[in-house]
């Protein structure tokens, strides 16, 4: 329905018909139509609005009155809609509705109106015609009625056509102002209609392009399919009645002569008994070349020049597809890579990347695809090599990796590790053959190779899959553990071999299993180490020995001292000092009976927060020891790297050094270099009176091990510590001699 508001003399009123245009622009042709109207009616007045459906009426043409009636005008109009098309007032002045408006009762005292509505092509109301007199009548008459209907469907189409006009104003503004290249042809192909950007795409003006068949501007010769780019000019678009916008990809001459690849979208327009294409036009050949040079970058390592994993990926997975001929994945990681860049610097690791891929190139065969995995680990993809044939290829890849060479001026010898994935292992399960399975079971075999030693190659069995899921399942129940508190702590008795007193203990961790019974640290402890709850539980050890240590009684007036491992990850958290702080706040225990004891993994990764940590823990008061010190060919220079106070003589150099002069003689090296650098030493594993006796006549302090004490749970640990309080001069070790009687 078209409704008017009531206006008032200060209304402002405004014309707004969807896409019709400006007032002024047409204003003339409605000022003469409302003119025609008041003649055809014998009238003084006449007047046309228009409106739109979201704002009000707007007087756009008008006959014997001025524009400040507008609003007067406006309010006699009245509401008009399919309903109501025509409303004829004979005398407004006796007319309820009408007698006390502005304009009947004031000047210009309109007594007759008629007005009858404007419908836009959609059957919706977009105006009002109207006519009026001072004089009252009783109508207009047939013969008025019917002119003042011809002249109403001038009136509509008149804003029709400028409504059109507008449309096809800003549809050229738009296709001259696009970015886009717009071409626009008749039912015959020829070039109607180009816009600017066209214009500079094909270096032509349009004038010169308008007739000219539009194959012309795309040379078959240029094209990848000149037979498909012919039809896709021509064909009729029965896409666009789907509304989709089919699409393709020209080639062109440019402006300097050079082949540009353009993205081209047709559509199909359609106006009368007329029809022709609209093709647009994007110019896509930088954004080509640039993406095949960042595929390049993609695909390459910048370091070595090899393909890179994402490349190696693609041709696995090509081949895996494309043939059936035999296939293997080789991976290949140098050993302890990381402890060069720490100690020669990335540079020189860079140039051990960088010679090894070289060293990989030459002496594999051209067949073999040798590329960068990232970081340290190299693949190399075999094709068409039986798999008997492989073995002679991965020793002469480990043989060629360990020549010596020199970086940056120093001699090296690198050694690696391979693992190995063949195509028919995959083809006798059940499962698809997929590059993700082949790259994951040579990833698994390489895991098994370094874990026995490095130095080797080793081919993928169904076992390794086994146990990745074993620990995995085993770090599901760890979690579960330390939620139930599972977790709880055994004390092993350091004894002090001078005068054979209590003067520490280890904390030892173990898991009392709900099924499983009380399981040792073998069964766990590295898959603890290496997951991400050890960190949690480390925390919860140093805070538990902590407050057990705080219980214990002095030996020999002597308080004992608690010695706790710390787990690899833990050291290099940054809230290791914080959370040993937290222990000795909480439970009052002296900085001096904490020692904190590390081991080799943990120093050969070292790292600036974990030495300041340890070295601020150390100026706390808390002592630091070296564990199972002499296993590890970097032992010696952790002594100068860590604020070291006690080195632990691992258990296998003291339980054989009895009968092995190999390992009496490492005993006595480590005691000795400990003795200069004024470290004391506690020897492990100590069994029986003679290795304690010959350990302490080689100045070895302290010793811990069954001769004392296996680790006991805490209540126990407390009765033993408590007899040797009691009386510690009855303890067995002080009198090894039976006693007569």
């Known amino acids: 329905m078209l409704s008017y508001p009531q206006a008032t003399d200060s209304n402002a009123t405004s014309l707004h018909v969807g896409d019709a245009p400006d007032a002024a622009a047409m204003g003339e042709e409605f000022v003469d139509l409302a003119a025609l109207a008041a003649r055809v009616a014998d009238a003084p007045y006449a007047w046309i609005g228009l409106c739109d459906a979201d704002a009000p009426l707007r007087i756009v043409g008008r006959y014997g009155v001025d524009a400040g009636l507008d609003a007067q005008l406006i309010a006699l109009s009245g509401t008009l809609d399919a309903q109501l098309p025509r409303l004829t007032v004979a005398d407004a002045l006796q007319d309820a509705c009408f007698a006390g408006r502005s304009g009947v009762a004031t000047f210009p005292g309109i007594r007759f109106l008629h007005s009858q509505a404007l419908f836009g092509e959609n059957g919706r109301a977009i105006g009002v015609l109207a006519v009026a007199d001072r004089l009252p009548r009783a109508s207009c008459g047939r013969e008025t009625m019917q002119s003042l209907d011809r002249l109403g469907g001038i009136g509509e189409r008149l804003v029709e056509r400028h409504a059109l006009q507008r449309r096809n104003r800003i549809a050229t503004q738009i296709m001259q102002a696009g970015f886009s290249a717009m071409i626009i042809t008749d039912e015959h192909g020829a070039v109607t209609l180009a816009n600017r950007a066209a214009e500079g795409l094909f270096g032509m003006r349009s004038r010169r392009m308008r007739g000219m068949p539009v194959a012309l501007l795309f040379p078959p010769h240029l094209q990848t399919d000149p037979a498909g780019a012919s039809t896709w000019l021509h064909a009729t678009d029965e896409d666009a009645a789907l509304g989709r916008a089919p699409q393709s990809q020209l080639h062109a001459f440019g402006p300097n002569g050079d082949v540009r690849t353009l993205e081209a979208t047709r559509c199909t327009w359609q ?19 640039q993406q095949a040079t960042l595929r390049q970058l993609a695909l390459y390592d910048a370091l070595t020049g090899l393909p890179n994993r994402t490349a190696l990926v693609e041709t696995l997975t090509s081949h895996l597809e494309a043939t059936d001929e035999p296939l293997a994945l080789a991976l290949l990681g140098i050993d302890n ?35 960068r995995f990232g970081g340290d680990e190299f693949g190399v993809l075999f094709t068409g090599v039986a798999t008997p044939d492989l073995d002679a290829h991965l020793i002469r890849m480990l043989a060629t990796v360990g020549e010596s060479m020199d970086v940056m001026g120093t001699p090296m010898h690198l050694e690696a590790s391979v693992g190995l994935a063949v195509r028919e292992d995959l083809q006798t399960e059940e499962s698809l053959p997929s590059a993700s399975e082949l790259i994951a079971r040579a ?26 899921i074993d620990r995995r399942m085993l770090e599901i129940e760890l979690r579960r553990a330390y939620a139930r508190g599972e977790f709880e702590l055994h004390y092993q008795p350091q004894i002090d071999l001078a005068n054979g007193l209590t003067f520490g203990a280890e904390a030892l961790l173990r898991w009392r ?8 640290p073998i069964h766990f402890l590295d898959v603890l180490a290496g997951s991400a709850l050890a960190n949690d539980v480390g925390r919860w050890i140093i805070r538990q020995a902590c407050r057990d240590a705080a219980t214990w009684p002095e030996v020999g007036g002597r308080k004992v001292a608690i010695s706790i491992n710390l787990f690899p990850d833990q050291v290099h958290e940054t809230s290791l000092r914080i959370d040993v702080e937290a222990a000795l706040a909480e439970t009052g225990l002296d900085p001096g009976q904490i020692e904190l004891e590390i081991t080799e993994t943990i120093a050969l990764n070292p790292d600036d927060n974990a030495s300041r940590a340890l070295a601020a823990l150390r100026d706390r008061g808390v002592r630091l020891s070296f564990d199972d010190f002499g296993t590890g060919f970097a032992s010696l220079s952790m002594l100068q790297r860590f604020p070291i106070d006690r080195v632990k003589i691992d258990r296998s150099f003291v339980r054989d050094m009895m009968a092995n002069r190999g390992d009496a003689a ?20 100590v069994e029986n009176h003679e290795q304690a006796e010959l350990l302490r006549g080689l100045g070895c302090n302290a010793a811990q091990g069954f001769l004392y004490s296996p680790a006991l749970a805490p209540r126990a640990f407390d009765k033993w510590l408590a007899a040797q309080a009691s009386d510690p001069v009855r303890a067995p070790w002080m009198n090894p001699e039976p006693q007569d009687g």
């Open 513 to 520: 299993h709900p099924e499983r019974g009380l399981l040792a």
């Open 337 to 371: 890579f990381k402890t060069i860049n720490d100690t020669l610097g990335h540079a020189a690791g860079d140039a051990v990347l960088q010679a090894t891929a070289s060293r990989l190139r030459l002496a594999l065969p051209a067949s073999a695809q040798v590329g």
């Open 443 to 468: 990833d698994l075999a390489l895991y098994k190779a370094k874990a026995r030693g490095g130095r080797q190659w080793c081919r993928y069995d169904l076992g390794m899959r086994r146990e990745v």
């Open 271 to 289: 106006l009368g008994r007329g029809q022709g294409k609209a093709i647009i036009l994007r110019d896509v050949t930088d954004d080509l070349a």
């Open 666 to 685: 490492i005993v006595r090296s480590i005691l000795l270099i400990s003795h200069n650098m004024e470290l004391h030493v506690t020897a492990e594993g």
